[in-house]
Structures are given as structure tokens and as C-alpha cells.
């Protein structure tokens, strides 16, 4: 009972929104058809008065153009009273030479003048020149209601309402009729069909047989409807046969898993273990490593040494030999000046002895100057004074000269035995460092010897150490592997045991389904995610 009153008002529910809908646009269209309408008829109710007065006005003018020129007021009067037999007239005047000469209005506007009826929208005024043989004699002033538009504009409305409502009223029965035969009826059907299958009544088929189902959109709907529900029953047939399978293949699988994850994990707890025992190798080997290259530092920084001690020493052995050679240089230099100076010894004795020997010749010129008379005698007696002083003061520099002499031959002397004892002393010094020289020489074979092996031993300890890091980052390599199979095989496991679930949950389904069972809010919330 209360499906059958919710589907009523479901029907009732569409048949109210499809009347509406097509309701609206029938009225819409019909209110804007009689909207046009009845604009074009004001519009030539309009053309119609404004022709009318013209017509009205034209004949005036002619009956007027007499009266005026006649200067006759009562025959104006009385064609203005023709034109007022027109009830939509409701003033009409005649000037001429600026006088009034007839007026009339209608009793609701006597109070009112011609310029009132030109600025209202109410009137359709017309301002005439009354002629006279090409001869303007007067103007006639005539002022036509547009009341009758608006009377006959009222009464039009009030009948295009009445159809307009009379129009929706038909439209509205007959779209509901038609909606309840040819679509509500069949979207029954549908409906009841809907409802068989989700209380998992798949085996009825549509309560319209094929034949009684309309050719068109809807019937073709109902058919398809049927087909679907066809291939759906099929559907859910295999698809529990499959659930089934899925569940016992589930199990397998989630056995297999959980033996794997065991191995995988013994596996890598063993070689988590060897990893270890290889950082501790390599750690070692580093270590040996960096020994070996501190020793090879040591090496080499001996070698070097020694290669600047023996360059030292085989500079020092140069400069002491040219030492020795200059020190010889000198010493020959040195007994060459004494042999020079015992020379000059030669020649200052010689010339001693010329002085003496002219000293003897000054004493003997002095005796021939006291012997040869006073003027002549005077003469040579000066004469040989100052040769006697001359030999004296060359005497004396010649004693100066040889106390030099001797001073300097004694210390020649001197400097002669001083580099004896220098070149003894360089040649000892020289001997004594090709002696070091000779010691730096083999200390420099041994360093590098020492270097040499030192390197060897360094490059073997690296190659030890390379390869043992590589057999770490290897078993690193097979431990990050062992640990990503231990985790791949624990999220295969989780997915089996969500598959397992799963394949119960949709075999449940399935069951409930078939039952006739709702799949709720809380069915939702239990159901695994995948």
C-alpha cells in the first residue's frame, strides 16, 4: 500500500511538472500572441480615428469657407453642431482674423481651452486652415476622444483573457491526460519492474508484454528496461559462481603469501646479520687503509728529506771545494805579493846605495866649492847642499819604505801559514761531507725502497678495501631487496586477506540480493576498500 501510494505520488508529481511546463510555454505564447494582437489593433483603431477626423475636418472646411467669408456666425454654428452628430468629437471652434466667431465642447470639457486638447494624450487634435479661393480666411480647431480605443482596447483584453484561461485550462486536462496514458502509465511499469529487481526478483518479466508496449521512446525504454534486466539476471549468476571461486582462490593465495612472508623474513634476517658482519670488515679495512696511507705519507716525506739532505750535502761539498780552490787562489796570490815585495826589498837597497854614493858626491862637490873661490865656490856649495838634503830625505823614505816592506813580508807570512791551516781545515770539512753525502745517498735508496713498498701496500689495501665495499653495497643491495619482498609479500598478504573479504562480502551480497535484502548505510561503511 505504501508503494503503491509513493508511486502515485510520483505519477501525480510528473503529471503536475509535465502540465505545468507545457502549460507556461502554451500561455506564453498564446499571451504574447494576444499581446501583438491586440497592439496592432490599437495601433489601427488609431490609423482609423485620425483618417476619420481628417474626412471630418475636410468637409467642415468646405461648408465653413461660405459661412466665414459671409461673416455669418450662425451658419458656423450650425455646421460645428453637424460635427458634433461624431460622438468621439468633443471640440471643435472656428477664428478668423483672431476672433472667435463659433465654439463648441463637449459637456465634460466646456471649462477647458484648445490648448488642453492639443498637450493631452486623451485627444487627437487637428489645427485646419479654412480657404477661400487660394485665400486663407479663418482656422478650424477640432479635438477627437481616443476614449473609444481605450473602451474597445478593455473589452478586447477581457475577451483575450477569458481565451487565454480557457486555452490553459484545456491545455492543462489534456497534458495531464495524455502524460497518464502514454507516459505515466508505461513508467509504471517500469517502476514495478525496478522494484522486482531490487528486492532480487530477477526472473519476472515487464506486466506489459512486448506487443502491448508503444512504439516510441517510451516503449522502446520498457524494452530495454527488460533486456537489461535479462543481462543483469545472467550477470549476477556468474558473477556468484565467480565470487565463489574468488573466495577459495583467495584462501590459497593468502596461505602461500604468509609462507613466503616467513621466508622472506628469515632471509632477511640472515643477511642482515652478514651485513653487519661486513660493515664490521670494511670498517677495519678502512681503517688498515688509512694506516697504509699515513705510512705511504711518511714515506714519501722521508724521501723527500733525505733528497734535500743530499742535495744539501753535495751543494755544500761544491762550495767548499770552491772554497778551497779560491782559498788556494789567494794563497798563491799571497806568496806571489811576498816574492814582489822582496823585489821592491832589491830595488830600495839599490837605491840606498845611489843615495849614499850621492851624498858622497855632494861632500865632494863641497870641498871643490871651498876650494874654488868665493863666487863660483858659493854656487856649487848650494848646489850640492840641496843634493845632500835630497839624498838624505831619499834615505829616509827608503827606510820608511823597507819598515814597511818588512811589516808587510811578515804578515804575508802570517796570512801564508793561516791558509795552510784553512785548506787543511776545508779539505778535512769537504771529506767529512762526501762522508755524509754518502750516508744521505743510502738513507734516500732505503726511503725509497720503504716508499715504493709502502705505495704497494697502500694500492692492495684500497683494492681490499673497494672490494669489500662493494661487497657490503651489495649485500646491502640484497637486504633492502629481502626487506622490500618482506614488504611487497605483506602488502600481497593484506590485498589477499582484503580479497578474501571481499569475495565474502560480495557473496554475502549476492545472497542478501537475491533475498530481496537492502545494501544500507551500514553495509557501506563495513564493506573493504579496495
Not at 502514454?182 to 531490487?198: C, E, H, K, R
Not at 716525506?301 to 744539501?312: D, F, H, L, R, Y
Not at 669489500?468 to 618482506?486: D, G, P, T
Not at 562480502?505 to 551500514?522: D, M, P, S, V
Request: aromatic content about 4%; overall charge negative.
Amino acid at each position: 500500500m505504501d508503494d503503491a501510494r509513493e508511486r502515485h505520488a510520483i505519477q501525480s508529481s510528473l503529471s503536475r511538472r509535465f502540465s505545468a511546463t507545457l502549460t507556461g510555454v502554451v500561455a506564453g505564447i498564446v499571451i504574447l500572441f494576444s499581446s501583438v494582437t491586440m497592439w496592432s489593433n490599437v495601433q489601427e483603431n488609431e490609423k482609423r480615428l485620425e483618417q476619420q477626423l481628417a474626412r471630418t475636418t475636410l468637409l467642415a472646411e468646405t461648408s465653413l469657407a461660405s459661412a466665414v467669408w459671409q461673416l455669418s456666425p450662425e451658419i458656423v454654428q450650425d455646421v460645428l453642431n453637424v460635427l458634433f452628430t461624431d460622438e468621439t468629437i468633443v471640440y471643435a471652434s472656428v477664428v478668423s482674423d483672431g476672433v472667435v466667431m463659433a465654439e463648441k465642447a463637449h459637456p465634460d470639457f466646456v471649462q477647458y481651452s484648445w490648448g488642453f486638447f492639443q498637450n493631452s494624450p486623451q485627444f487627437i487634435a487637428k489645427h485646419v486652415a479654412i480657404m477661400k479661393d487660394d485665400l486663407q480666411i479663418g482656422t478650424l480647431d477640432v479635438a477627437m476622444s481616443r476614449e473609444k480605443i481605450y473602451v474597445q482596447f478593455t473589452n478586447n483584453l477581457v475577451v483575450y483573457v477569458l481565451l487565454t484561461v480557457l486555452l490553459i485550462l484545456t491545455c492543462s486536462i489534456t497534458t495531464m491526460l495524455i502524460t497518464r496514458r502514454y507516459i505515466l502509465s508505461p513508467l509504471t511499469s517500469l517502476v514495478d519492474s525496478a522494484s522486482s529487481i531490487a528486492h532480487g526478483k530477477f526472473d519476472l518479466p515487464m506486466v506489459a508484454s512486448s506487443a502491448q508496449l508503444p512504439h516510441d521512446e517510451i516503449g522502446e525504454l520498457a524494452r530495454t528496461f527488460d533486456e537489461m534486466r535479462q543481462r543483469l539476471q545472467y550477470l549476477l549468476e556468474h558473477l556468484g559462481h565467480a565470487a565463489a571461486t574468488m573466495q577459495s582462490s583467495s584462501e590459497e593465495i593468502l596461505m602461500a603469501v604468509n609462507q613466503l612472508a616467513a621466508a622472506l623474513e628469515e632471509q632477511s634476517a640472515s643477511v642482515t646479520e652478514t651485513t653487519a658482519m661486513m660493515e664490521s670488515i670494511t670498517s677495519a679495512s678502512r681503517q688498515i687503509s688509512g694506516n697504509t696511507d699515513t705510512v705511504a705519507t711518511m714515506a714519501e716525506q722521508t724521501k723527500g728529506s733525505a733528497q734535500i739532505g743530499v742535495e744539501m750535502a753535495e751543494a755544500t761539498i761544491g762550495k767548499m771545494r770552491n772554497i778551497m780552490d779560491t782559498n788556494t787562489q789567494v794563497l798563491h796570490n799571497i806568496m806571489a805579493l811576498g816574492r814582489r815585495s822582496e823585489k821592491i826589498g832589491d830595488v830600495i837597497e839599490l837605491i840606498n846605495d845611489i843615495a849614499d854614493r850621492t851624498k858622497l858626491l855632494a861632500f865632494n862637490a863641497a870641498l871643490e866649492a871651498v876650494e874654488g873661490g868665493e863666487s863660483g865656490g858659493k854656487r856649487f856649495n848650494v848646489v850640492a847642499i840641496e843634493i845632500r838634503r835630497l839624498a838624505d830625505s831619499i834615505i829616509e823614505s827608503t827606510e820608511e819604505i823597507s819598515s814597511n816592506i818588512l811589516e808587510i813580508q811578515q804578515s804575508i807570512h802570517e796570512l801564508v801559514q793561516s791558509s795552510d791551516i784553512t785548506t787543511a781545515r776545508i779539505q778535512e770539512g769537504t771529506q767529512q761531507t762526501g762522508v755524509l753525502s754518502n750516508g744521505l745517498q743510502e738513507i734516500l735508496s732505503a726511503a725509497r725502497r720503504t716508499t715504493d713498498e709502502a705505495k704497494q701496500i697502500a694500492t692492495a689495501t684500497q683494492e681490499q678495501q673497494r672490494a669489500h665495499e662493494q661487497i657490503l653495497a651489495a649485500l646491502k643491495e640484497i637486504s633492502e631487496n629481502a626487506r622490500q619482498f618482506a614488504a611487497a609479500g605483506n602488502q600481497v598478504s593484506l590485498a589477499a586477506n582484503g580479497m578474501k573479504q571481499l569475495a565474502d562480502t560480495l557473496h554475502h551480497l549476492i545472497i542478501e540480493f537475491r533475498r530481496g535484502g537492502h545494501y544500507g548505510e551500514r553495509d557501506r561503511l563495513n564493506a573493504p576498500s579496495t
